[in-house]
């Protein structure tokens, strides 16, 4: 029998005003859950509950709230299989990469444990004597944080780990076709001993999802927005934080670019390609978008890329598989639409493209009524073409060349995105002409596009976000506000740039 969730606010089941069957892409007549959706007043109130419960988590020393995500990553650890493998069932995500995606759970829970005892301030000198003066951190108070579902946990945790590491409460709106991963993930955090209100979970539609957030943000309950998905969304997300004078944390879309340098280990190149462009079936932020391969090692390439690609195992993600299927049935209705941009000059190198079926298989492989896609190389792309400039969410990969290393960094730069790169070469020098031209928040050498870890920033540039940053030390500037405080024990009033001693010195001095 599939799941029944609905919406947990302040401790509490919320009403619901409609229903979602969040299912299974290997087998999409296989219900994982039965979804309750809350509607834009229902998301509201969780933000109100939110604020409620904040004050007095704030007032919990923040070492003790170090030791509730301590008991997080405990509790994740010992769950590690039954969370992955639902995490397989409802996304389709091959259960290595599930276990994988499980552990950057803990390991952000390990690196944010002791913040709890680091979350410094200063002592800064005064330019007045019987002065001091202190910066601490406050939290920002309640986040409101919306999640893609491609990764419905690792993700997720960036956001939640921190902000409630910091003190804040969290109204959590995962996506809707893995909620059932999300309502696990939720109910280990509040095993924890995370007291009600302090982290709510609504499910709700995107639509209203965005009205609730505006009428929270009017109402004063929100004072921060963390959102991961789609460009277009992020774009709306930060007009609506921007007219509230707020600053959302975006981590959008990318179109990874992968340099070949003539100096490069091929084979090692094409391990990389494979991973980047075609793990979780080409459905990460950071997949290889397209492969810039100078010209004097094109040929040689393409031949051994197009040849992994084709002995690549897709199938049953229970499997020791590259990729499994796609992630819900509009994921699988947009990248339709993406093969549709191939256009005559266009060389498909891999083998069958499209949907995998008994007219259509791989191999042996028929698909077995799954959400199951051929992955596809695309051989001649060109600077221009939509399959270059825009972000294929999907197993495509296109593969233009170059002929100077500037080129190269003009061509990885061109589409607008700038959140993961990679280039293969021997050469120290390449790799950090590379690393200084490139508009990407992350820089890969000799590795692939994908695979971030808990305690490096995080986050892209240009239409992939906005600059900020999650995991690491650099999230906490996210969800924690700088204030400044000055105490004067002069017995006196002193006056910041003007009653400050002077010191004269002869400027006309000069040695015989």
């Known amino acids: 029998m599939s799941r029944q969730i609905v919406s947990v606010v302040g401790g509490k089941e919320a009403a619901t005003t409609a229903t979602y069957e969040s299912t299974n892409p290997a087998r999409p007549s296989e219900v994982v859950a ?84 680091r979350l410094y301030g200063q002592t800064v000198p005064s330019e007045m004597p019987d002065k001091n003066l202190f910066t601490f951190r406050n939290p920002v108070g309640v986040a409101a944080v919306v999640t893609a579902g491609n990764f419905p946990v690792a993700v997720p945790s960036w956001y939640l780990v921190p902000a409630l590491l910091c003190g804040n409460a969290v109204v959590w709106k995962p996506a809707e076709y893995a909620a059932a991963s999300a309502h696990a993930m939720f109910q280990l955090f509040t095993a924890a001993g995370l007291p009600d209100g302090v982290l709510n979970i609504v499910f709700a539609d995107g639509a209203e999802t965005f009205r609730g957030l505006e009428l929270a943000l009017d109402e004063g309950t929100v004072h921060k927005v963390g959102f991961t998905g789609s460009s277009e969304v992020g774009r709306k997300i930060g007009e609506l934080t921007g007219r509230h004078l707020q600053s959302a944390c975006l981590e959008l879309g990318g179109k990874n670019p992968m340099v070949i340098m003539p100096d490069s280990e091929l084979d090692l190149a094409v391990e990389g390609a494979l991973f980047a462009g075609f793990g979780t079936a080409g ?24 040849r992994a690609v084709r002995e690549a195992r897709i199938g049953d993600p229970a499997q020791d598989v590259l990729a499994g299927p796609l992630l819900d049935q509009k994921f699988a209705d947009r990248y339709e639409e993406y093969l549709t941009w191939l256009q005559p000059h266009h060389k498909v190198v891999s083998g069958n493209i499209g949907k995998i079926t008994k007219d259509n298989p791989r191999g042996d492989f028929d698909g077995d009524g799954g959400l199951y896609y051929h992955p596809v190389v695309v051989d001649g792309v060109k600077p221009g073409d939509r399959l270059f400039m825009e972000e294929t969410f999907g197993p495509i990969v296109g593969v233009t060349t170059f002929r100077t290393l500037d080129e190269a960094v003009e061509l990885a730069n061109l589409p607008g995105y700038g959140l993961s790169s990679s280039i293969y070469t021997t050469d120290p020098k390449h790799a950090f002409r590379f690393r200084e031209g490139v508009s990407a928040g992350m820089v890969s050498v000799n590795n692939s596009t994908s695979g971030a870890e808990a305690h490096l920033p995080f986050g892209g540039n240009g239409k992939s976000g906005n600059g900020s940053r999650q995991s690491g030390m650099w999230v906490l500037d996210q969800f924690t506000r700088w204030q400044a405080m000055n105490w004067d024990h002069s017995g006196r009033l002193q006056k910041a740039q003007m009653d400050v001693a002077e010191i004269v010195p002869d400027l006309d001095f000069r040695l015989s």
């Open 34 to 117: 039965e979804v309750g959706l809350a509607d834009a007043g229902a998301f509201a109130a969780a933000c109100r509950a939110a604020k409620e419960a904040q004050r007095e988590w704030a007032r919990v020393p923040a070492p003790v709230r170090g030791r509730v995500i301590a008991s997080i990553g405990r509790l994740v650890e010992a769950n590690t299989d039954r969370l992955a493998r639902l995490v397989t069932e409802e996304i389709g995500k091959p259960y290595a990469e599930s276990r994988g995606e499980v552990r950057e759970i803990v390991d952000t829970c390990d690196f944010f444990l002791g913040e709890g005892r």
């Open 283 to 306: 459905q990460r932020c950071t997949s290889l978008g397209t492969v810039i391969v100078h010209e004097s090692v094109h040929d040689a390439f393409v031949e051994r890329f197009a």
